[in-house]
């Protein structure tokens, strides 16, 4: 088992603010675990009484809506913090989380985590400030849902994703959606995003093969994210 005072992710999060005596402590109750692409980590109505920390892969974090189509809210990538909600509440989860790709996740008790926000503030107003950037982010979804067209947020989705990701070796974003994770995202049907991206594709704004999205005109996307 890797130990978190040792372990590189940790200077990408919250983490980064606990003490060494704090790191060591944790590595003593937290369990490593390995999630195969498609697996869920935790479901709606879950509690899940504790922090995943993401070593490794992409979780999408959805909310099924009563029409029984999944929103994807966020992409929580190698390096991320998921689950910090529920070290504030005592609630059950309204989100589910579901690996994209292969996963290596380490879970930390929610009691252990509990300790350091009580103990070090600077780890708490970490925690403080991820969770306010996250309601801000969510702040923006709504907005975009209800005044951009469909075909602004794929723009932006787009953009969203070039900017977050890697790029492969072949220049194309290091993370590979399906067209129905793309359509859940910028909240259309599946054939909707279908026909946009091929649209997108002809006017070479980007160029697909099979999941593989390349960005060709990051110009012309923002102006189309942004209503121009």
């Known amino acids: 088992m890797s130990k978190c005072e040792q372990c590189i992710i940790r200077e990408f999060n919250s983490l980064k603010a606990l003490t060494k005596e704090e790191l060591i402590r944790i590595t003593g109750c937290k369990t490593s675990k390995k999630i195969k692409k498609g697996e869920v980590l935790f479901d709606e109505?879950?509690?899940?009484?504790?922090?995943?920390?993401?070593?490794?892969?992409?979780?999408?974090?959805?909310?099924?809506?009563?029409?029984?189509?999944?929103?994807?809210?966020?992409?929580?990538?190698?390096?991320?913090?998921?689950?910090?909600?529920?070290?504030?509440?005592?609630?059950?989860?309204?989100?589910?989380?579901?690996?994209?790709?292969?996963?290596?996740?380490?879970?930390?008790?929610?009691?252990?985590?509990?300790?350091?926000?009580?103990?070090?503030?600077?780890?708490?107003?970490d925690i403080l400030k991820k969770m306010a950037n996250s309601l801000k982010k969510a702040d923006d979804v709504i907005v975009d849902?209800?005044?951009?067209?469909?075909?602004?947020?794929?723009?932006?989705?787009?953009?969203?994703?070039?900017?977050?990701?890697?790029?492969?070796?072949?220049?194309?974003?290091?993370?590979n959606l399906s067209r129905e994770d793309i359509a859940n995202i910028i909240g259309t049907a599946t054939e909707s995003a279908i026909r946009l991206l091929s649209e997108f594709k002809k006017k070479k704004l980007i160029d697909l093969k099979g999941k593989e999205i390349y960005i060709t005109d990051i110009k012309a996307l923002k102006e189309l994210s942004e209503g121009f």
């Open 45 to 125: 109505g879950e509690y899940i009484n504790g922090v995943f920390c993401v070593k490794d892969g992409v979780c999408k974090v959805s909310k099924m809506s009563d029409n029984g189509r999944d929103q994807i809210i966020h992409l929580i990538r190698k390096g991320d913090i998921l689950g910090e909600r529920s070290l504030i509440n005592n609630e059950a989860s309204n989100l589910k989380a579901i690996a994209v790709n292969d996963m290596e996740v380490c879970f930390i008790p929610k009691e252990e985590i509990i300790r350091d926000l009580e103990n070090n503030s600077n780890f708490s107003m």
């Open 145 to 175: 849902m209800a005044q951009k067209t469909v075909k602004q947020r794929l723009a932006a989705t787009l953009l969203l994703l070039d900017a977050k990701f890697d790029k492969n070796e072949n220049g194309s974003i290091n993370i």
